[in-house]
């Protein structure tokens, strides 16, 4: 694409925004930019064709959750992370483990949203540890491109998926800490970073109950085939 617009440097972040295009008209010849404007009250599901998962619906079902988050924060964090340069396509057409569970193109997306449906669903929860969840729920297995894909830069060892995920989140938490510093805090902890500063020895709870949603939506699938759906989650879950 080509412009002459003075558009800031490079960022790992995705910039949303209005557009204005000059359309070239063949098949290899560079669009022209004439215009862009920020902006950041963009729906998800605006954003994000459904056709991105080879698993019908997926796409769709992860954009409402996070839409329908009501701090702001956390939907701008979790927009961000789904929408960074790096991972935007991978993470939706990526399986979840090489045999174990949900090992098909895009079994990533489907656990993480099977998890995070479970935490949305759990009413007796307070609205901000369950959104907290929801969210984490979304992003626990966020550096598995890493680990399973290999056309994507610097492989790593599967058990590290969980500090590899960290890291690529760092860009978006930074973002996050800037605009809400405890909510950046709780989540960078949830993700696996630095404990957040409290009174109290305890870990946070909502690392657990997420935990639990994940390791039950593992055990669900691990034994069927690719053609195969696992039970919904919603039919076996425990309201907290």
Not at 104 to 112: C, D, F, K, V
Request: charged share 20%; hydrophobic share 40%; with cysteine.
């Amino acid at each position: 694409m080509l412009s002459w617009i003075d558009l800031p440097g490079k960022s790992p972040l995705a910039r949303v925004g209005d557009v204005s295009l000059l359309l070239n008209g063949t098949y290899s010849g560079e669009d022209l930019l004439l215009g862009f404007n920020p902006r950041s009250c963009h729906k998800l599901q605006d954003l994000l064709p459904d056709t991105l998962c080879p698993v019908p619906g997926v796409v769709e079902e992860v954009s409402g959750l996070i839409d329908g988050l009501s701090a702001t924060s956390l939907r701008n964090f979790a927009a961000s992370a789904l929408l960074a340069p790096e991972v935007h396509l991978k993470f939706w057409t990526c399986p979840a483990s090489n045999g174990y569970h949900h090992a098909y193109p895009g079994g990533l997306a489907e656990h993480s949203l099977e998890v995070a449906d479970s935490i949305a669903s759990a009413t007796r929860l307070p609205q901000f540890w369950r959104e907290l969840g929801v969210v984490y729920g979304l992003l626990h297995d966020y550096g598995k491109p890493w680990c399973l894909d290999q056309a994507l830069r610097n492989p790593t060892d599967f058990r590290k998926h969980g500090e590899r995920g960290l890291y690529y989140l760092q860009p978006a938490l930074a973002a996050l800490r800037s605009e809400d510093p405890l909510l950046g805090a709780l989540m960078e902890e949830v993700l696996g970073g630095r404990r957040c500063p409290r009174d109290n020895p305890y870990p946070l709870a909502i690392r657990a109950i997420v935990k639990g949603f994940d390791q039950m939506s593992c055990e669900l699938t691990r034994e069927l085939v690719v053609t195969e759906r696992a039970p919904h989650l919603d039919d076996m879950l425990i309201q907290f």
